[in-house]
Structure formats: C-alpha cells, structure tokens
C-alpha cells in the first residue's frame, strides 16, 4: 500500500507545480513590488502678466485726474489714477491687451501693449485738449472737485432726459471743434444729472442763449423725493436773472432776489451758482449780481437745466465746461478767466 501513496502525492505536486508562476515569474514580481516608485515631476506655475502703466501730461507731471479701462482684466468700468499717476493689474490672462485712458482737458488715447510674463512697466503721455476743462480751472484751491463734464467725448454722460422731446437735448460740434451740449426745438425740455447729490457746493458752468424767444432755468439742489424743490435760476435773452425757490408744499414758487443783469444773445457767459447753509448767490464773469440768504435751506440735491422755447425755432440754449464743487465756507472766490483776444 506504500507504494500507491507515494504515487499519489507526487502527482499531486506535479499538478501544483504547473498551475503556478515559474521561478523566474517570481523572482519578477518580488523585485517590482520592491523597486520604489519615483516621486511625481510637479508642473511648473506659469508667471503671471502684471501691468503698471504711468500716465503724465506733456511736460511729465503725473494725471492724477486721469482714468483708465482695461478690458482684459475683466472689467470695463474706468479706474481713478492714484496720486503717483499709476496703477497696477496683476494676473491678467494674456499677452495682449488694449489700454483707454481719458483725463479732464486732454485727449483721450487708446494704447494697444505687449505684456512679458511677470511685470511690465508702460508710460503713455496724454496730449493737451485746448478746448477742454481742466481739473485745475474746475474748482478753487479751497474747493473740492465733485463733478465735471466738457462734452469733449461728443456725450452728456450721466445726464437723464426728464422732460420733453429727447432729440431737443444734444451734444454738438461748433466751427472750432468745440463739443457743447444744447437744448432747442419748440416746447419745455429738462434734463437732470443722474446719481449725484449736492449739499453745499458751487456749480460753475458757460451759458449761451441764441435767438430771441423763450428763456432757461438753472435749478439747484433739485430734490424730486421731497417733491420737486429746487433753487430756479431764470436765465434767457428776454429775462433778468433772478432765483426764485419752489416748494410743493405750499405748490408756489417764492421769489428770492432779483438782478438788473439780461443776458444778450450769442455771447456766452460764466455762471457761478452757489449754496452755503443757505446763502445763495449767482456770478456772472466774475462778478457777483445775486446774494441772499434762505433762512430755511433746501435739503441736498442735484442739478437740472430747463429749456422753453415758444415759438422760434431758432431759439437755442448752449452748456459748457459745467463743474461742482464742495464748499467749506460761503463762496468767495470766481474761476472766471476772461477770454484770451
């Protein structure tokens, strides 16, 4: 019986040994499962595209007035240059970008630049606009700029049509290239300044009326939420200047002074309306034709200019070089420049 066991198991070693890996398959799989596997290669992070561009008039100085667009960094709404004339994008995605830059009195430019990764360094130089307003002819030195707008770029940006025809309020060119907004065609017209309100503050601008029909208003600290109050200063051909203020409550308008100054037609004229706690006054060139104190001030509000015209469709009313500002004291000092002959 000995022999037969013996037999046996051998043909069962035989059936193992041929199911499984031969030695060398072995020998395979141990060296693999100790060979160490190498540490992954990380992928290197690309630089970055930063852009810091410097922007100064003709004679160097920075344009701290100035602002800027670049679309590629995301956004298309204009960013104020700081005090230094700079600033600074970082990240941006690609290699090309197109830089806008615009400044009160100067031409505006449109700069196409090349970025190397990490950081580039541009300066553009802004040409002088003669028929534009400076930031430095808005306001007194004592004076805080709070608003400007020369019509240079051909639009009456931030100015809302709230009455009348919307083709009677326009921007224009004249002979000289000169851009200026207009009120004309028959019937009232009233246009407001959008999104600001004024406290006490000095509103400076040129007025032009030509023909001989009809008359315009100047309103000051227009307030619609409290109902439409509002300084009117009367301006025309055929009326003296005066100030009258309108109050809905008692749904009148009260005369608050008057002068003996009328306007001719085709000349244009500085106009300085002012408002400090209630002393009003108005400047015509320099010299001052009304002053009254209110002894309930109006609450803050924007401006508005009125247009009526009746019958003369000749008749037009002209803006121009139109700047707020911030007063810390009553109104003492004109920007008026007589023109250069």
Known sequence: MKPRRTACTIAIFILLAGCGPSAEQIATMTAA??????APTPTATPIPYDLTVHIADEGGAPL?????????SGSDQPIQID???QYTWTNLQGS???LSVSAPGYHPAVQ????????TEMALI????PLGLLAADACAPDEKLLYMEDFQSGQAT?????????????????????????????????VELSAFVFDNAVWRLKVQATGADGDSFLNLKHFRAGGDTRYIFQW???????VTRFDPKTASETRLSGSGFKAKTGNWYYLEISNYQGMIQAWVDGQKQIEVQDPVPLPPGTISIEGHISTDPNTAYHFDDISVCELSAPFTTSMFRPPAQ
């Not at 499962?33 to 190498?38: E, H, I, K, R």
């Not at 701290?64 to 590629?72: N, P």
């Not at 196409?112 to 950081?119: A, H, K, Q």
């Open 33 to 38: 499962a100790w060979t160490p596997t190498p």
């Open 64 to 72: 701290t007035g100035a602002s800027v667009v670049l679309l590629e």
């Open 83 to 85: 005090a230094s004339g």
């Open 96 to 98: 090309e970008a197109n």
């Open 112 to 119: 196409p630049v090349t970025l190397e990764r990490g950081s």
């Open 126 to 129: 802004l040409q002088r606009d």
């Open 158 to 190: 931030g100015w809302r049509l709230t009455a009348g025809d919307p083709a009677a309020w326009s921007t224009m060119s004249q002979d000289d290239g000169n851009e200026i907004a207009s009120i004309s065609g028959i019937g009232g017209t009233q």
């Open 236 to 242: 025309g051909v055929n009326p003296f200047l005066g």
